[in-house]
């Protein structure tokens, strides 16, 4: 059944493009129509914004502590180093109390690349949407998962955490934060300055964790490049510090605009750019075209 109702969305995508009359799909209405993996070992090419991944893992739609969700967008793929760090954290957070795992949400297409909606990043399958909703069940049907919401966390545009916001989220940030195949983890700006106001132990990780527009239903971890994907392009890594003063720049800014910059236009949540195949990596048109 789910791979029919791919089959059926992939079939009006094309409708659309040919009624279109477009001389060249995007790379997103290409990669976007792809269900299953490239028959290629694992290799994440370019950024995670632009980019592609060859011979992506698909994560089990249920695991002993973790549920896939939204499974009709077919974006649980990923390459092997991000679907183990699911398990690991996953692993970790159903030691908490009134958490049995985690919901995951968005990884990464089949083949990777830009996608038709939601996301500018998780192109090369090292890109994790994690709920903030607690996983207090791992039975969800598959039509559950398309139903059921998460939960935000926000109070104030992003400026404060509401009362949804507990130490148990602080606990699983800080777990991800600390892996060392962790580049940065995405949250609210609020979210990050009470996580500097609540942690008096060592704060090294949260130099990782970095305020973004959104990111209140969800955090989205990104994992470095694997060290086999020399191919794979790194973000710079974070500035030097805690992050914690910047963080609170945001806030203020969210509090009290600046003149030239609206507290709206700061937490909006930009659309996808429109890349075409020849602006991703050339491996990209094989990883694309291959059985």
Known sequence: ???????????????????????????????????????????????????????????PETGPTWQAMRLSRNRNWGHPQA????????????????????????ISQPRGGPMLSAHRSHQIGLDIDF?????????LSVKEREIISSISLRKD???????????????ILRTAARDAR????????????????????NRDWLRKIRPW????????????????SHACVNQAPPPPGDGCADAQLWVDDILNPP???????????????????SDLPHQCTDILHSK
């Not at 694992?42 to 060859?54: D, E, F, S």
């Not at 709920?131 to 039975?139: K, M, N, V, Y």
């Not at 962790?182 to 132990?201: N, S, T, Y």
Request: aromatic share 10%.
């Open 1 to 59: 059944m789910r791979i029919l109702t791919l089959l059926i969305v992939i079939g009006l995508i094309q409708v659309i493009f040919l009624a279109s009359g477009s001389a060249e799909p995007t790379a997103s209405q290409q990669f976007g129509t792809q269900v299953t993996a490239s028959i290629h070992s694992a290799y994440a090419y370019g950024q995670h914004a632009k980019g592609c991944l060859a011979g992506a893992v698909e994560l």
């Open 83 to 106: 679907i183990a760090f699911i398990r690991d954290l996953s692993e970790s957070a159903a030691t908490l109390s009134e958490w049995e795992g985690l919901y995951v949400g968005d």
């Open 131 to 139: 709920w903030f909703l607690p996983a207090t069940s791992l039975g």
């Open 157 to 171: 545009n992003g400026a404060f955490v509401n009362d949804n916001w507990s130490w148990s989220h602080h606990q």
């Open 182 to 201: 962790v580049a940065r983890i995405f949250v609210f700006p609020g979210a990050k300055v009470q996580m500097c106001k609540d942690e008096i132990g």
């Open 213 to 228: 527009w959104g990111h209140h239903y969800h955090f989205h971890v990104r994992l470095t490049c694997p060290v086999s």
């Open 259 to 277: 003149e030239h910059v609206s507290s709206a236009e700061k937490l909006v949540v930009k659309p996808p750019v429109k890349l075409k195949l």
